[in-house]
Nanobody
Framework: QVQLVESGGGLVQVGNSLSVSCAAS????????MGWFRQAPGKEREFVAS???????YYADSVKSRFTISRDNAENTVYLQMNSLKPEDTAVYYC????????????????????WGQGTQVTVSS
């Protein structure tokens, strides 16, 4: 069973930076794509960024040029570096693990991911 544990969320002021991480266990981490999603109160869960097993990255337009997704296969961890944060970035951020091995397709739908973390709260105050 795959387990994903996010950490690093918190309260940050507008314009500042924050990094969240997701530690994975339970299967060969390096062979699968990973993604970050977020969900604000009263809104649907939305795609933020993804990284394939070969390190190809993809971003939602709303975070492009501000957020960076990366992975460390030696540590079984995926990261999301968030810069120039805005109040609209406030949400619970979820880490997700892909379901298909050696998959280079960028998946933006939550239903394409097989495993999820418990989420970490990011609050951007003005």
């Amino acid at each position: 069973q795959v387990q994903l544990v996010e950490s690093g969320g918190g309260l940050v002021q507008v314009g500042n930076s924050l990094s969240v991480s997701c530690a994975a266990s339970g299967r060969t981490f390096s062979s699968y794509g990973m993604g970050w999603f977020r969900q604000a109160p009263g809104k649907e869960r939305e795609f933020v960024a993804s990284i394939t097993w070969r390190y190809y990255t993809y971003y939602a337009d709303s975070v492009k040029s501000r957020f960076t997704i990366s992975r460390d296969n030696a540590e079984n961890t995926v990261y999301l570096q968030m810069n120039s944060l805005k109040p609209e970035d406030t949400a619970v951020y979820y880490c997700a693990a892909g379901s298909t091995i050696y998959d280079d397709t960028h998946h933006t739908l939550a239903s394409d991911y097989a495993y999820w973390g418990q989420g970490t709260q990011v609050t951007v105050s003005s």
